[in-house]
T-cell receptor, first 114, second 113 residues
Framework: NAGVTQTPKFRVLKTGQSMTLLCAQD?????MYWYRQDPGMGLRLIHY???????AKGEVPDGYNVSRLKKQNFLLGLESAAPSQTSVYFC?????????????FGEGSRLTVL | KNQVEQSPQSLIILEGKNCTLQ??????????LRWYKQDTGRGPVSLTI?????NTKSNGRYTATLDADTKQSSLHITASQLSDSASYIC????????????FGAGTRLFVKA
């Protein structure tokens, strides 16, 4: 039972390049989330999904897109990377509601944009 | 404004000693408060979750307390171990129709031998 798996773990991009981060969970959770973690700040929600085929914007969605074509996968895309998107990205999933359930996090994906 | 503030920002203690981390919040209406442990280079892992009616909850050597009246929580670590070196994150959720979960910036704990 792997839990929440993120790929890749590290990536370096040049400004303007695009990429996709993949999150996979094997716990049959309905809700999935993408966060970014920056030094001195709490995790901030980028986008989330309450089920297969659904997505919604979080606190800091600009410059990112997401897709949830399969229940177990949640993809985060950067269309045109900017240095401000240098961060550590965490995917999380939850069985119940975000307000009541326990979040399970992946190990993180460290992205550097030059 | 919904905020979660943690103190201290960082803390150094000797192995075997106890310590207490603080969390103050202004998130409302309050739903629950969670503490997470995040090892360097890893994802956060849940330690405790407390609802409005719970004053204390333990997980091994970790004990969290909640005072919903003063909107304060603390995480007490007993008999610290080197493996306790990590960031500890306080997370507060509001009871709303949508989502409102605010993460604190964390307290970085260093346990020295």
């Amino acid at each position: 039972n792997a839990g929440v798996t993120q790929t890749p773990k590290f990536r370096v991009l040049k400004t303007g390049q695009s990429m996709t981060l993949l999150c996979a969970q094997d716990m049959n959770h309905e809700y999935m989330y993408w966060y970014r973690q920056d030094p001195g700040m709490g995790l901030r929600l980028i986008h989330y999904s309450v089920g297969e085929g659904t997505t919604a914007k979080g606190e800091v969605p600009d410059g990112y897109n997401v897709s949830r074509l399969k229940k177990q996968n949640f993809l985060l895309g950067l269309e045109s990377a900017a240095p401000s998107q240098t961060s550590v990205y965490f995917c999380a999933s939850i069985l119940g509601d975000l307000n009541t359930g326990e979040l399970f996090f992946g190990e993180g994906s460290r992205l550097t944009v030059l | 404004k919904n905020q979660v503030e943690q103190s201290p920002q960082s803390l150094i203690i000797l192995e075997g000693k106890n310590c207490t981390l603080q969390c103050n919040y202004t998130v409302s209406p309050f739903s629950n408060l969670r503490w997470y442990k995040q090892d360097t280079g890893r994802g956060p892992v849940s330690l405790t979750i407390m609802t409005f009616s719970e004053n204390t909850k333990s997980n091994g050597r970790y004990t969290a307390t909640l005072d919903a009246d003063t909107k304060q929580s603390s995480l007490h670590i007993t008999a610290s171990q080197l493996s306790d070196s990590a960031s500890y994150i306080c997370v507060v959720s509001a009871r709303t129709g949508g989502f409102k979960t605010i993460f604190g910036a964390g307290t970085r704990l260093f346990v020295k031998a």
